[in-house]
C-alpha cells in the first residue's frame, strides 16, 4: 500500500471506532491528517464515521482548495485549517462529541484537576474553548485560544479536538478524554477527588522526557491567559504542598455548588429544612451543604458541647 492508501484505510479505520464507542452519532465529527507538506486529507462533508470508504476521502491544500475527491470536505475544514496552520507538528486532527467529555463541555467544567497521572504526562489539562458556531469562522478563532499549548480541548457546547504527531495519536487523545471525563464525572458523583499536589504534578511533568512524551507547552498552575493571547502553558489546578495527594471533598469546598454536578432534587438536607421526606430516602440519598451552612452546623455542635 502506498502511504496515501495506508492513510485513506487509517481514516476509516478510526472513524469506525469513533462511532462504534459512541463518540459521533449520525453524520458527527470529522479527522484529516497530513499528505505531504501542502496537502490534507480529510473526511468529506454528511457521512456518518462509522461507514466510510477509502475513496470517499478529500484532498485539500492548506487553504482548503479541493484538489482531489468526488465529495466536499468537512463542514469543519476552517477549524482543520486553523490548527495546522498554528501547529507545523500537528499531522492529524480529529473532532468528535463523546458524550461525557460533551457533557462537561456544556457544564463549563473544564478537565484540568490533576487526578491522573496519564492524562497530566500526555495532555496536561484539557481546557473549554469559547462557544461558537459550528462550521463558521468563529470557531477557529475560538480553537486559536488554546491549539498552542494544548493537544486536546473541550468546545463549549459542542464536543472535543484533538491533535497528534500521526492519526493514532490524535484518536487515542481523544479516547483519553472521553475516559478522563468518564472517571471525573464517577469521581464527582461519589462526592470527592483525591487531587495529586503541585509538587507531584511537577515530577509527573519532568517526566514526560523520559516516557518520550513531547507536549506543545508546559504545565503550570496559574491561568495561562491573559487577555486575548493565546494560552502560553497548560492550567491545571493543583493544590499547593507536597508530600503526596490531598483528599479534597466537593462537597465542602464553597464553589462546589456552583462548578459540580448539581444535587438531584431532594437530595439536601440539614439546616435548611429540606430534609428527605423517610428515614429510607435518607440512607440513600447524598448530602450536599454549602460552605455557610456547614459553619453554621459546626457552630451549633459546639455550642450544644459547651
Ligand atoms: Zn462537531
Do not use: W
Amino acid at each position: 500500500m502506498t502511504a496515501e492508501s495506508t492513510l485513506r484505510a487509517d481514516i476509516v479505520e478510526v472513524g469506525r471506532r469513533m462511532y462504534a464507542r459512541g463518540y459521533t452519532a449520525s453524520n458527527d465529527g470529522n479527522i484529516s491528517v497530513r499528505l505531504g507538506a501542502d496537502r490534507l486529507l480529510m473526511t468529506p462533508k454528511s457521512v456518518c464515521k462509522g461507514f466510510m470508504t477509502p475513496d470517499m476521502m478529500c484532498i485539500t491544500d492548506l487553504d482548503g482548495r479541493k484538489l482531489q475527491g468526488d465529495r466536499d470536505p468537512s463542514s469543519e475544514m476552517l477549524m482543520h485549517l486553523e490548527v495546522y496552520r498554528q501547529r507545523p507538528d500537528a499531522q492529524a486532527v480529529v473532532h468528535a462529541h463523546p458524550p461525557t467529555a460533551t457533557g462537561f463541555a456544556v457544564a463549563g467544567i473544564a478537565l484540568d484537576r490533576p487526578v491522573l497521572a496519564e492524562v497530566l504526562t500526555t495532555l496536561g489539562s484539557i481546557p473549554i474553548a469559547e462557544y461558537a458556531t459550528p462550521s463558521t469562522r468563529e470557531l477557529p478563532a475560538a480553537v486559536r485560544t488554546y491549539i498552542k499549548a494544548h493537544d486536546g480541548m473541550l468546545l463549549a457546547n459542542h464536543g472535543a479536538l484533538t491533535v497528534g504527531s500521526d492519526l493514532y495519536s490524535a484518536y487515542y487523545k481523544m479516547e483519553t478524554i472521553e475516559h478522563f471525563a468518564r472517571i471525573s464525572l464517577v469521581a464527582r458523583l461519589l462526592g470527592r477527588e483525591n487531587l495529586i499536589s503541585r509538587d507531584e504534578v511537577m515530577r509527573l511533568q519532568d517526566l514526560r522526557g523520559a516516557y518520550g512524551i513531547t507536549a506543545p507547552a508546559p504545565i503550570c498552575a496559574d491561568d495561562g491567559i491573559r487577555g486575548s493571547e493565546p494560552a502560553t502553558c497548560q492550567v491545571v489546578q493543583a493544590p499547593p504542598g507536597g508530600g503526596g495527594s490531598r483528599l479534597v471533598p466537593d462537597t465542602l469546598r464553597p464553589s462546589a455548588v456552583s462548578d459540580a454536578v448539581p444535587p438531584a432534587p431532594g437530595a439536601r438536607a440539614g439546616i435548611t429544612g429540606l430534609a428527605p421526606s423517610s428515614p429510607a430516602e435518607a440512607d440513600g440519598c447524598e448530602i450536599r451543604l454549602t460552605y455557610r451552612e456547614l459553619s453554621a452546623l459546626i457552630q451549633e455542635a459546639i455550642r450544644s458541647l459547651r
